[in-house]
């Protein structure tokens, strides 16, 4: 539940975006506002090409809002920001260990306290036993756990999942969806996971953000009412199936 009493982890003020090109001006989200609060995990759906990846670039810092502000704990400007991309981009020339400690040799914090908090995580999300494994080696499934506990190398205090699950089979994508909403929620993790697929918001997040056709905006914001649920069983819920419909009626007006 929404409460101004709770700490704001990122906040959009009535953002305007426009994209200029030879052509004439687009514009690709209009007075968006929405705010997602610490310890929360939301996603956002809209129709195609509606600019939800757009979101997580204002987020990131990666595009500049043409109007309004984007403030990530109160503030501008976008520090302490983990991205997880629909690939697991993990470099195919390093071990599993190497990848996951990129972030620390990025950050210049590649240090013996950094590594072993890095491999304290592997060890405790399963994969402590493919660290020597090259990506190539490793299932579709293995390479996004390996490509989260990368993302989480540096501490981010905000995540931002861009579809991580849509380059894998239906089976595979149930299982590393329950693998990562374990881990974003057994570490506390602050997550926007941006997708296509209804059925994917409602099973992992607390708030799902509705978007509107371009230019985007934020036309409804649902609270689900079985969190505590982990995904899987979300979808054996009866609330399952009602939700579902609700968030198809509000993508097809």
């Known amino acids: 539940m929404e409460s101004e009493n709770r700490r704001k982890a990122l906040e959009f003020k009535d953002v305007r975006l426009v994209y200029h ?4 001006e687009t514009a690709a989200a209009e007075h968006m506002s929405f705010c997602v609060y610490e310890g929360e995990f939301i996603a956002v759906i809209g129709p195609s090409g509606c600019g939800k990846t757009t979101v997580l ?6 595009l500049r809002p043409s109007a309004g502000e984007v403030c990530v704990h109160g503030k501008k400007g976008q520090k302490g920001i983990g991205y997880m991309l629909q690939k697991d981009e993990l470099f195919p020339w390093r071990t599993v260990r190497q990848n996951i400690f990129l ?4 950050g210049k914090k590649d240090t013996p306290e950094h590594r072993a908090r890095v491999l304290a995580l ?4 399963g994969l402590s036993g493919f660290l020597r494994a090259y990506p190539a080696q490793l299932s579709g499934g293995m390479r996004q756990r390996a490509a989260l506990i990368r993302t989480l190398a540096a501490d981010p205090a905000l995540l931002l999942l861009d579809e991580p699950f849509s380059a894998l089979d239906y089976q595979t994508r149930l299982n590393v969806c329950e693998d990562v ?5 057994g570490e506390q993790k602050t997550a926007i996971l941006v997708t ?7 099973s992992c997040a607390d708030r799902v953000l509705v978007l509107s056709a371009r230019p985007a905006r934020v036309v409804a914001s ?3 009412d079985f969190s505590e649920l982990s995904p899987l069983k979300r979808r054996e819920s009866p609330q399952f199936s009602g939700w579902f419909e609700i968030l198809w009626k509000e993508l097809n007006v």
Do not use: F, Q
Not at 21 to 24: A, D, P, S, Y
Not at 57 to 62: C, Q, T
Not at 103 to 106: A, D, G, Q, T
Not at 196 to 202: K, L, Q, V
């Open 122 to 125: 592997a060890e405790k999300y």
């Open 181 to 185: 909403c374990r881990v974003i929620r």
């Open 21 to 24: 090109t030879k052509e004439g």
């Open 57 to 62: 670039s204002l987020a990131a810092g990666l």
């Open 222 to 224: 649902h609270t689900m």
């Open 196 to 202: 296509h697929d209804i059925s994917e918001a409602i």
């Open 103 to 106: 972030p620390l040799e990025i």
